[in-house]
Structure formats: structure tokens, C-alpha cells
């Protein structure tokens, strides 16, 4: 059992100028006040400009651009700069907003350090994109209506790119904690539990399980201490949604980690991040100090008797450590690889105590449903996968990014519409879904819509909602030889189907690759991912081979191509590879 009895990383300070709030009065008066703050800010004199700063658009200058405001700013006495995080809009990146006294909200998109003055005072109007509101400004759209934003519906997006997610203050003043408060004087952990049901909010971390029936689960646990843990590890390629919300919202998965430990019974919280994700540990850290300084968690939170502590665990970079149960080893200390089941993490989890996980974007889908209430969020989507679903993007399109849609949204909508469609030179082969654990999807496949159970009747899967579009300059190949040795760099070798397994198929994929394959090496890659699906012990050995086995389904003629007539399909080699060929041995190319 953790010995360790304070809430939070004791390295990372909190806001010393936060008052400590010790009842529920004092929280609704200090509510009101962010409020009037918040609102006083917006009605000002003053021009307020705004930069979002996230991971990705640090990557392209934007705090570059918040140096260049600031500094423009401490020489004029109207001009107030903040910053918040990124909305999903990377193909705006570095956005500036701009609000000048009496007008509209200006979206400003690709602003340069040395075009950020210009923006401010108005000479710049090209880089202006839309507004802010339902009505349209001299020339600007409402930028809502443009089609990256006219689909979405953002509800745990709504204050990504408007708070400044450093501030718990300015959390608050949108209703931060509002659902917090509720389960801690107004609502039984039945009542609460009852809602999450009602939601019917399924599980964003993959396999779409159902939050309410694993708290109720949680809640009934007999044994003690009881835990939460938040799964934020996030370290599959093609996914960004996670380490956006908690760079641009870190409050709202705090408070839905703080609701699960008073419904469930908890006395500790953990949220395991990715170590590569360094903006989002930061921010959520920060949250984290601020919450705990304003007296959100410890003991007897606002003077209702209930306590709940909190810690922050960072990963080290192994796909794997994001498996529920090798999360939990990593968490504790020990070696992340995961262990047959039963039991569940909820009967033994950390420490072998109850112990209740769950992916980030569900987690902040939680105040909605305390607050509006479960029927409401079962309203929205489809009957079966309610709500909305977060969903990230790569390939040559338009306007790329994260996205926050009803469930139920065709692909083609998303492709075509949100994020786009194609850029010019390049023409639609495929997109992968699943991030590395399902098959591709092809322009027929295109008018299913987007939800837990529709994809897979295709080959294809939802997960955790990222997907790859790739053009028609893209072997299938290639494609799956680099999904597969993914899964078989991250397996982390307890099972030997997965370790075994694994190698061997990327090793039949690069002889065919090099021109040596023959048409015997198709069953045989075949017969090896059944081996791998069927006898692997966990989730990333059961579905690896998926990818690659899709990609056969899909584009047959390319795999009978490059055995049939031994040329291969190399568009890259890795250096060993060209060694081989380059002195024509004969034996068969080891795995890199
Ligand atoms: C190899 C592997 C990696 C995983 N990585 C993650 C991850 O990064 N984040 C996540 O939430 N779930 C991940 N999962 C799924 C978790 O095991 C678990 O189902 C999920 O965190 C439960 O939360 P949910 O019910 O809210 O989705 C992974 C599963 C496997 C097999
Ligand atoms: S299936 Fe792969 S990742 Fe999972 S336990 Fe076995 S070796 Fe490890």
C-alpha cells in the first residue's frame, strides 16, 4: 500500500494568491465573483487579444507570437494579452483572436511574430478568418459556420482555446467544479451513478465499455482504500486528442476524477499521463496545485466531510503502459506489462484495492452528464453510442485537426467537409482507423456512420478516434509493414505468441517488401495472425496483426503483385535492408 499520505506532487506550487475555500458558501461566492471578473473583462475598454498556445502550435511559434503581444502590450495602457489553449483548428495554427472595445471576437489563423502587431491594430485584415456569435461582421463570416466548426458539436471542446487552462479562475467562471459541488452536497452517489447510466457514456479509450456500470461496480466493491485512475497515456501514432484536452482544459477531467472518487467511494485519484507529452503534464499539474490550494481536494473538501486526495504519475514511453492492468503496474512502481483477467482492475486493481480507470475524454464528459443529466446525453449521438466522440486526423487534407462530433457522422462528412477533403496533387486511397488495431477503409465504405459498433462489419474500428487518410502514392504494403512493426516494437514480450509472432510477420512483409516473397508467404502471413489473435494474452497481441490483415482484405492486388512477380513494393528501406540488397545475399533480411 502507497505510504504517502499528501494530495498532490509536493514540487509543483500552486497559485499562492488563491484564497482557501472552506465551505460551500464560500465557493458559490467565489464563483460569482470569477464570474464578474470573466464578464468584466469581455465588456471592457480595453482591446483583449488572445494567442493559443498548445503543443501543436508551440511547434509552429505561437509562443513566439504571445512574446511579440506581450511586449506590444506593456507599451500600450488598452491592450490586455492572455493566453489559451489550441481548439482542434491545427490548420489555423498559430490563431490570435482579437476583441477590440464595442465589436466582435476576430479569428485570426497563421500569424506570424512579425505580423501579430499588424493584427492587432487592424491592418491585417486578411489573416482574419471569422467571428465569434451567430452574425456576420462588415465582410467575416460567423466563424461557426465555416465547415471545419459547422459540424461539431463541442461539448468538452466548448472551453478548449477560451480559458487560460493555467487559470482556475477563469475554469470556473464557465462552470468549473459547478458538478463537483452537486455530488458533494446535493446528489447521492446512487443519484450520480444512476445519471452515468442513464448516459449510457461508453468507454473513450477503445473498447467502449460503460462508465456507469463499471462505477457501480467501483461503488459496490467491498474491499478498501478504493482508487481512480485516469488514463491519459495516450501513446498510439495517429492519436492527439487526450493531451489536447488536458493542455486546454485540465479542470474539466479533474472534476470528473473528483466526482468518480466521491460516487465511487474513492480516497485517491491518479492520472497517469504520457511522458511525451510534456504541455499537457505541465498544465495539468498547474490545475492540480491551484485545485488544491483553493481547498477542491484534501481532507473535508468545502467543509462536506468528504475527502479525496490526488496525484499526477507520468509514463515513460512504452505503448503498452496505456493496457488498464500494465498501467497499474507502472503506476505502482513495478515493470508496465499486463496480467490475465480475471480479476478486473475494479476488484483488483492498484495495491490489489478496487480500483476504477477510465480513458480522459470520458472522464470530461462527466459534469455535463451531473449537470444536465444522463437522458439529456443519451439524446445526442446514436442509440447505441450516445453522446459525442473526439476525433484527430492525419494525412493530406485541408484542414486538419481535432475535431469534437455528434456519433453517427458519416466518414465522408468527415473527410470531405470537416477536414476538408483532399489537398491538390493527391487523390484518396484509404483511411486507417482504428489507430493500429483495425483494417482500412475505402471510398465505399465511406457513408458508414461513425460509432462503436458500424465500423467493425467492415473491418474497420473507432477506438479511440484517430484515424489516417493516405493517397493514392501510399503501398499497402509499406503501410502495413510500418503499422505492424510498431506493434511489434511495442510488444513487451511476456507472451510468446505476441513476441514471437510479431517479428515474424514484419519479417514476411520485408521479404515480400524486397522482392523475395512468393505467393506461399500470403496463407502463411494468414496462419501467423491467427496464431498472434487468437493466443496472445492481451489487447495489443490480439488485434496486431488486424492492421496488416486489413490491408490484404482491402488491397489484395497489391500484395498478389508483389509476390507474384518478385519486384516488391520498397518506396523506403531501412539501412540494414539496403545492405542486404546492395550485396544480394540470399539469406532472409533480419528484423530491425
Ligand atoms: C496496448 C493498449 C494500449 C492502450 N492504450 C490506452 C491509452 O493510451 N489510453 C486509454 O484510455 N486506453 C488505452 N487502452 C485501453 C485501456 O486498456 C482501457 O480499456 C481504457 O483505459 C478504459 O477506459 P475507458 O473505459 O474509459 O475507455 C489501451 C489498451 C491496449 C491493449
Ligand atoms: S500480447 Fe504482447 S503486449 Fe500483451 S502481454 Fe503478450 S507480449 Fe505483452
Redesign the pocket.
Known amino acids: 500500500m502507497a505510504a504517502d499520505g499528501d494530495t498532490t506532487d509536493m514540487h509543483v506550487q500552486g497559485d499562492s494568491t488563491l484564497p482557501r475555500l472552506t465551505s460551500r458558501l464560500e465557493f458559490q461566492q467565489y464563483a460569482a465573483s470569477a464570474k464578474d471578473k470573466w464578464n468584466s473583462l469581455w465588456s471592457s475598454t480595453s482591446t483583449v487579444v488572445t494567442v493559443l498556445v498548445g503543443s501543436s502550435s508551440i511547434a509552429k511559434g505561437a509562443e513566439t507570437v504571445l512574446d511579440a503581444a506581450a511586449e506590444y502590450a506593456l507599451m500600450k495602457s488598452n491592450v490586455v494579452v492572455r493566453k489559451t489553449g489550441v481548439d482542434g483548428a491545427d490548420w489555423m495554427e498559430v490563431q490570435v483572436t482579437v476583441k477590440r472595445p464595442g465589436g466582435p471576437l476576430v479569428h485570426y489563423a497563421n500569424v506570424t511574430p512579425d505580423e501579430i502587431v499588424d493584427v492587432i491594430e487592424g491592418r491585417l485584415e486578411s489573416k482574419a478568418l471569422g467571428v465569434d456569435g451567430d452574425q456576420p461582421s462588415g465582410n467575416l463570416p460567423p466563424l461557426k459556420d465555416h465547415p471545419f466548426f459547422k459540424y461539431q458539436q463541442r461539448l468538452i471542446l466548448r472551453d478548449v482555446g477560451v480559458i487560460d487552462p493555467d487559470s482556475i479562475e477563469e475554469a470556473i467562471a464557465l462552470g468549473a467544479y459547478s458538478a463537483y459541488f452537486k455530488v458533494l452536497f446535493e446528489m447521492s452517489q446512487e443519484d450520480a451513478i444512476a445519471e452515468m447510466t442513464a448516459a449510457n457514456l461508453r468507454?473513450?479509450?477503445?473498447?467502449g465499455?460503460p462508465?456507469g456500470i463499471?462505477w457501480e461496480s467501483g461503488r459496490k466493491a467491498r474491499n478498501s482504500p478504493k482508487f481512480i485512475v485516469c488514463?491519459s497515456?495516450?501513446?498510439?501514432p495517429n492519436v492527439y486528442k487526450d493531451r489536447r484536452m488536458l493542455e486546454g482544459d485540465p479542470h474539466r477531467i479533474r472534476e470528473g476524477l473528483l466526482i468518480a472518487a466521491i460516487v465511487v467511494g474513492a480516497e485517491r485519484v491518479y492520472n497517469y499521463i504520457g511522458g511525451e507529452h510534456p504541455w499537457a503534464i505541465k498544465r495539468f499539474r498547474k490545475a492540480v496545485a491551484d485545485a488544491e490550494r483553493l481547498g477542491l481536494i484534501g481532507k473535508n473538501v468545502l467543509g462536506s466531510g468528504k475527502s479525496v486526495a490526488f496525484r499526477v504519475r507520468t509514463g515513460g514511453g512504452a505503448?503498452?503502459c496505456?493496457?488498464?492492468s500494465a498501467l497499474m503496474y507502472s503506476v505502482m512502481g513495478v515493470r508496465g506489462q499486463p496480467r490475465t483477467k480475471p480479476p478486473r482492475s475494479v476488484e483488483e486493481g492498484l495495491w490489489k484495492r478496487p480500483t476504477v480507470?477510465?480513458?480522459?475524454e470520458?472522464m470530461a464528459n462527466v459534469r455535463d452528464i451531473i449537470n444536465n443529466g444522463g437522458a439529456w446525453y443519451a439524446s445526442i449521438g446514436t442509440e447505441k453510442s450516445s453522446g459525442t466522440k473526439l476525433m484527430t486526423v492525419q494525412g493530406p487534407l485541408k484542414t486538419m485537426g481535432l475535431v469534437e462530433v455528434p456519433m453517427g457522422i458519416t466518414l465522408r462528412t468527415l473527410i470531405d467537409e470537416v477536414w476538408g477533403g483532399m489537398r491538390a496533387g493527391y487523390k484518396f486511397k484509404g483511411i486507417q482507423t482504428g489507430g493500429v488495431s483495425a483494417g482500412p477503409l475505402k471510398d465505399e465504405h465511406l457513408d458508414l456512420p461513425v460509432d462503436f459498433d458500424s465500423l467493425t462489419h467492415v473491418g474497420g474500428m473507432l477506438g479511440?478516434g484517430g484515424f489516417v487518410v493516405f493517397d493514392e502514392s501510399v503501398s499497402a504494403v509499406d503501410f502495413a509493414r510500418y503499422l505492424t512493426a510498431f506493434n511489434r516494437y511495442e510488444s513487451c514480450s511476456k507472451c510468446v505468441p505476441c513476441a514471437r509472432g510479431n517479428p515474424a510477420l514484419v519479417e514476411i512483409i520485408d521479404r515480400i517488401r524486397l522482392g523475395r516473397g512468393t505467393r506461399a508467404d500470403l496463407p502463411l502471413i494468414r496462419r501467423t495472425s491467427k496464431h498472434v489473435i487468437e493466443l496472445s494474452l492481451?489487447?495489443?497481441g490480439q488485434v496486431a496483426p488486424m492492421p496488416l490483415l486489413g490491408m490484404m482484405d482491402q488491397y489484395p492486388d497489391e500484395f498478389e503483385t508483389a509476390v507474384s512477380n518478385n519486384t516488391g513494393t520498397v518506396l523506403w528501406m531501412t539501412p540494414q535492408q539496403e545492405k542486404v540488397l546492395s550485396t544480394e545475399t540470399t539469406t532472409t533480411p533480419a528484423a530491425d
Open positions: 468507454g473513450r479509450g477503445g473498447a465499455f462508465a463499471k488514463n497515456h495516450e501513446g498510439e505503448y503498452i496505456g493496457e488498464g480507470a477510465n480513458n480522459t470520458t479511440s492481451c489487447g495489443l
